[in-house]
């Protein structure tokens, strides 16, 4: 392509974000859905446009105009398919904050276009520096969004979510200024082949893992996500989940793995205990919660940890399957935030106890959030099945144990996001205005529709998805290669029998 | 080199000398009628001092040095000096009255800061150094009927000679054991191995140095000298001192004591660390927004010392740096504070007050927390940058830890620079500020924000080339 898109794609909503400042209400409104909108097409046309099985880096841009670091933009299969998420969810965001955000609206989608604009920054930035730059400035609109719009006990949560991310970040930094002395470079395809010194790999790995583990979150790290997403407005929350979260999970196939392979493999033990944690804890964590939000926000963490497992399983199933996850993680628990968003428009309360029956009187939303609420759990053909059985079918090559952990985590998943679906839809209304509440308004099928389909095509054609990443994973592969862990399954080629077995049925067959 | 030669190299020194008594004349004979006039005419003696800039060379047989890191740090010296000018104008015809001596006590303490970042002599040096301190006593106790600000005089006088002693007797220390008082000549003294009594010397430099620039553990007296003195004063304060202190600091431990780095370096990696968490730390309590950015400015000095620590060509490079964006928020951040005013006209300084700014005064809230992030840290704001060139340095130099530590405790001060944020953007709005009036005022918050959004950032290259320049001619 000829015109410079990324820059585009980053730019445009930077402009549009401060004309809206200048507009009323209504018209920021309008303003901010025409330009998701056009993002949307643009992330299309970028899908489109990405040759699948040509090089690794596309669309690639280079200014050096920042001196020490340069506005280099790029991406491969892996950004491709996280910005093609970003740019789907944002104008189901502002569509999401029509009616419910009432005050301060110019701000608001000022706040969300700039936020748009960081993410796609985020994931398509080569220059390590620009990198940090998105990776941080991202705190400053995401802490006004939670403070700003957020619910009753806003401040503290938009506190603990910007120190948390900020300590984390800053030590990611002082790694950062030394491996760019050390390699000579700030370009990152050319440092995700530079082999550093194995003895400085852990200290480095270990400083981006502060970063990287807060923000994806990991045990014990992730309490300010439950604070941040209850407080935050609708939308904030599904930005947070749908693609705050995978710069976590992006930062690890950035630059962790890669970089740091030697350090990876020896760490292992280290994101494999936390993650099993982290899945069986968060699960009976959500398992008792009262509050909605904070329900799927713990269910958010214990996802997260199947990324974390599959991504250092050091094997392509693995690796792709905690792809798969972050991809679907991403609309699914989005979505729910949607659904919660729906009834909490409605009657402005979390709690689930205030709930119950509307399946009886809002039987279209009953409907959506059952298949959310499936596809949460790991429905086949729907999309966390394909990420969630890929990332297990990796790590129990690589650690029957973590494997086994894991999956208890799955039937924890399925009671509590059942538990939850029961509660609120099923049984008898908490109350005469529980009952009398409407179904959903055109405009929430219009947000809820787009992502249920996009959860059906990931569950039942992922190939789409995984076919732009693949190569990247190959090349991960290839460097990962010498370093990675012997699993404990001892593969095994299969024998012949299986071709014999097949030929006999194709005989009896005629 | 002729004295012909040596006066031509002080000609920035000498324009504003003659200015200043040229203007003194004037206020003597027209009073404080003519001040608006007398303002301009400092301004345009700063504007001619720095047109003059640009010769190099030492003269008066080495009592003074100019080149490529004086002639980069007066100009920022001679904009802060400008600004605080610009900024009095309103303060002190709302608050007082106008007085006609106070662009020439700037003036004054300017040729004093020329001479410090100059100064290639221990004694030009303590004599540069209380030129700029006697006119900056004044100007803490210039609102004369004002208790606080007379408070803030005397403090900062009778702790500021205190630090002028222990200056004096460390000059005293370096030059019985070295000999002499030239740098060049007192680092041949520390090059053959640092003998006791030079140690306590460089000690007793150091820490008067340190009170000037507000480091801990002299820093005392910054919080109550900032809340006391005039808000002008004050941003006055925050910036062109500051500036010709850091220089001056920076030219003595690299040319006099640069022979002695392992001496100086544990010293300034203490003070560092100690003024970062000391900065923040004691920054989250404060009501007043004044003694909040007295903190703020030990917090600064904290991360500007990180630079100097490394004690390399770089790392002096992101010292300039530094200061220059330093300089910037400071400006923009008090030209902020002097917007509130209460309804009737009054300044108030509680942080409080600004409750909801966001609500009643939109742009005013976003270039004030535009300078909060920047000066917290976080990108895109520029003020990322400054710490990310001097902690560079200090990882560059094998100071990891320094690096790691300083950078963690920046997270503290980053608490305390949000705190304004929110009460601007989250809280209720309070009672509305009276609007804002001044086209002056407006414009520097205006440029000041500007430049340390995204957009300064492309302002790094020449920022890089500039400061590397300057550092290369100390070492």
Known sequence: MSYPILSIMILLPIAAAILTLFLTAQAARWAALGTTLGLFGLG???????????????????????????????????????????????????????????????????????????????????????????FEAGLIPMYLIIGIWGGADRIKASYKFFLYTLFGSLLMLVAMLWMSREAGTTDIPSLMQ??????????????????????????????????????????????LAGVLLKMGGYGFIRFSLPMFPEASAQLVWLVFGMSMVAVVYTSLVALVQQDMKKLIAYSSVAHMAFVTIGLFAFNRQGIEG?????????????????????????????????????????????????????????????????????????????????AAVATTGIILGAAYMLYLYRRVAFGAPAGEDTAAMRDISAREWLTLAPIAAATLWMGVYPESFLAPMRNDVTSLLVRLESAAPAGDAHLKKGSPKADAHHEAAHGEAH | MSVIDSLMLTLPELVLTGAALTLMLVAAFAGDRATRLINAGAIAALIGATLVLGREGVGF???????????????????????????????????????????????????????????????????????????????????????????????????????????????????????????????????????????FGIVFVLAGLSFKIAAVPFHMWTPDVYEGAPTPVTTYFGTAPKVAAVALLVRVSIEAMGSAVA?????????????????????????????????????????????????????????????????????????????????????????????????????????????????????????????????????????????AIGIAA????????????????????????????????????ALTAVAVSPIGYLAIPMLGTATAVAAKALF
């Open chain 1, 322 to 402: 905690a792809l798969m996850v972050m991809l679907a993680h991403g609309l699914v628990s989005g979505a729910l935030f949607l659904c919660v968003g729906v009834i909490y428009d409605r009657l402005h309360t979390r709690e689930i106890a205030r709930y119950g029956g509307l399946s009886n009187n809002m039987p279209y939303y009953a409907l959506f959030f059952l298949f959310f609420t499936m596809a949460s759990i790991g429905l086949p053909g729907l999309a966390n099945f394909v990420g969630e059985f890929l990332a297990l079918v990796g790590a129990y090559e690589a650690n029957s144990w973590v």
């Open chain 1, 194 to 239: 530079y082999n550093f010194p194995v003895e400085a790999q852990t200290w480095l790995w270990l400083a981006f893992f502060a970063s990287f583990a807060v923000k994806m979150p990991m045990w014990p790290v992730h309490t300010w996500l439950p604070d941040a997403h209850v407080q935050a407005p609708t939308a904030g929350s599904v930005i």
């Open chain 2, 61 to 199: 047989d080495g009592l003074y040095t100019a080149d490529a890191f004086s002639n980069f740090t007066k100009p920022l010296i001679y904009l802060a000096a400008g600004v605080s000018i610009l900024l009095s104008t309103r303060f002190f015809a709302a608050e007082e009255r106008l007085r006609a001596e106070y662009s020439v006590l700037i003036l004054l303490a300017a040729i004093g800061m020329g001479m410090m970042v100059s100064a290639s002599n221990l004694l030009t040096l303590y004599v540069g150094l209380e030129m700029q301190s006697l006119a900056a006593y004044v100007l803490a106790s210039f609102m004369r009927k004002d208790a606080r600000s007379a408070e803030a005089g005397l403090k900062y006088f009778v702790l500021g000679a205190l630090a002028s002693g222990i200056l004096l007797y460390g000059i005293s220390l370096l030059y019985g054991f070295s000999g002499t008082i030239d740098y060049h000549g007192v680092a041949k003294g520390l090059a053959d191995g640092v003998s006791m009594g030079e140690l």
């Open chain 2, 410 to 445: 920046s997270t503290i001060g980053a608490f305390y620079y949000l705190k304004i944020v929110k009460i601007m953007y989250f809280d209720e709005p309070a009672e509305a500020y009276h609007p804002v009036t001044s086209y002056v005022e407006s414009g520097v918050i």
């Open chain 1, 44 to 134: 299309v046309a970028l899908w489109h446009g990405f040759d699948v099985g040509g090089p690794q880096w596309q669309f690639v841009e280079n200014a050096p105009i920042f001196g020490r670091f340069s506005w280099a933009l790029g991406i491969d299969g892996i950004a491709l398919m996280l910005i093609v998420l970003s740019v789907f969810l944002m104008p189901i965001c502002i569509l999401a904050s029509w009616t419910s955000i009432e005050k301060r609206v110019p701000e608001y989608m000022a706040a969300f276009l700039l936020m748009e604009a960081l993410m796609i920054g985020v994931f398509s930035a080569q220059d390590m520096f620009l990198f940090y730059i998105f």
């Open chain 2, 263 to 403: 001496s100086w370096q544990q010293i300034l990696i203490f003070t560092s660390l100690a003024s970062i968490i000391l900065g923040a730390v004691g920054a989250i309590g404060q009501a007043n927004i004044k003694r909040l950015l007295a903190y703020s400015s030990i917090n600064n000095i904290g991360f500007v010392l990180v630079g100097l620590a490394a004690g390399t060509e770089a790392g002096v490079a992101a010292t300039l740096t530094y200061m220059v964006i330093y300089v910037l928020m400071t400006l923009g951040s008090f030209a902020c504070v002097l917007q509130m005013r209460a309804a009737d006209g009054v300044h108030v300084e509680d942080i409080q007050s600004l409750s909801g700014l966001s609500r009643r005064q939109p742009a005013l809230a976003a270039a004030f927390a535009i300078f909060m992030f920047s000066l917290a840290g976080i990108p895109p704001l520029l003020g990322f940058w400054a710490k990310f060139v001097v902690f560079d340095a200090a990882v560059a130099a094998g100071l990891m830890p320094l690096a």
